[in-house]
């Protein structure tokens, strides 16, 4: 038990005591998401929050061009959804797609919300998880804000640097902003380095 990749990333932000995480793991339901299909979609309201086992997954949304941006990418260990949507039952503002086959486990709100109640773990830990990802996100917006579409490919290749095999092109080119041939010329510029 104690290799499950949720009780890893579990411990990773709070003391998960092994007896609590075996009812927790029976929260879930295994599910495969294959390559391509949406785990849900802008306008919709998120029915569960999933964590990532196996696979990649995008964050997106829709740009006023009618352009698909790349926000985030989920990878193995990572929380996928929207929570916002999730807890307040208000439609999503992006979609979630699958980037390779996925497998995930998933919660939907009935079960969330009993495991937000009956274990005192699991609710510490949302709630460190949550200062965490508020710290993560707010450095994001201050890199994205003020960072070139160069500056942010090299911050690829010192943070993800996997994502340059993992990815596509065009998912790497969506995420910086720019087009595909843009991120070809941006390639051979860091080369260069």
Not at 114 to 128: C, V
Request: glycine share 4%; charged share 25%; hydrophobic share 35%.
């Amino acid at each position: 038990m104690s290799e499950h990749l949720l009780f890893t990333t579990l411990q990773q932000r709070h003391h998960f005591p092994t007896t609590e995480f075996e009812k927790f793991l029976a929260l879930f339901e295994e599910a495969y998401l294959p390559k391509n299909d949406m785990l849900f979609t802008t306008g919709s309201i998120v029915k569960q929050v999933c964590f990532l086992m196996k696979g990649c997954m995008r964050q997106y949304h829709i740009t006023a061009n009618g352009d698909e941006r790349n926000i985030f990418f989920a990878e193995e260990g990572w929380w996928c959804g929207e929570m916002d949507s999730f807890i307040n039952l208000t439609p999503s503002t992006m979609s979630m797609q699958a980037v390779e086959d996925c497998h995930i486990l998933c919660m939907d709100r009935e079960k969330w919300e009993h495991a937000t109640r009956t274990i005192p773990d699991y609710a510490l830990y949302q709630i460190k998880n949550r200062g965490y990802t508020v710290a993560w996100l707010k450095g994001m917006l201050s890199n994205i804000s003020v960072e070139t579409p160069d500056e942010k490919y090299r911050r690829i290749l010192k943070e993800t640097p996997h994502w340059i095999n993992r990815l596509p092109q065009y998912q790497i080119a969506s995420y910086l902003g720019v087009t595909p041939e843009t991120l070809s010329r941006i390639r051979k510029r860091n080369m260069r380095l």
